[in-house]
Nanobody, 127 residues
């Protein structure tokens, strides 16, 4: 059984930083040639959107334009844990952040391509 558990959310002021972590059990994305793990977020009243992902093929990483240069995704294979370092946070970054895992993905920021989801961790950025 696959389980994804996020941690690290919280409340910060604009310009601050947070590091999210996602501990995975029952799933190792590198076991799938087209596997990906990603971070998604959902603000109140808005659809869930892709923030960043890391994929097996070439260890490639992708970022939504809104977070490029501010967020960094990383994966610790030994701990089977995914991280998202978030710097220079803005109020628009506020939302519930979800970790997700895909066995096969062509479009790593497309949430419809993910098979497993965590429960989410809340990030609130105040101005």
């Amino acid at each position: 059984q696959v389980q994804l558990m996020e941690s690290g959310g919280g409340s910060v002021q604009a310009g601050g930083s947070l590091r999210l972590a996602c501990a995975a059990s029952g799933y190792t994305y590198s076991s799938y040639s087209m596997g990906c793990m990603g971070w998604f977020r959902q603000a109140p009243g808005k659809e869930r959107e892709g923030v960043s992902a890391i994929c097996t093929r070439g260890g490639s990483t992708v970022y939504d334009n809104s977070v490029k240069g501010r967020f960094t995704i990383a994966q610790d294979s030994a701990k089977n844990t995914l991280y998202l370092q978030m710097n220079s946070l803005k109020p628009d970054d506020t939302g519930m952040y979800y970790c997700a895992a895909s066995r096969f993905s062509w479009s790593p920021l497309d949430n419809s391509e993910y098979n497993y989801w965590g429960q989410g961790t809340q990030v609130t950025v105040s101005s």
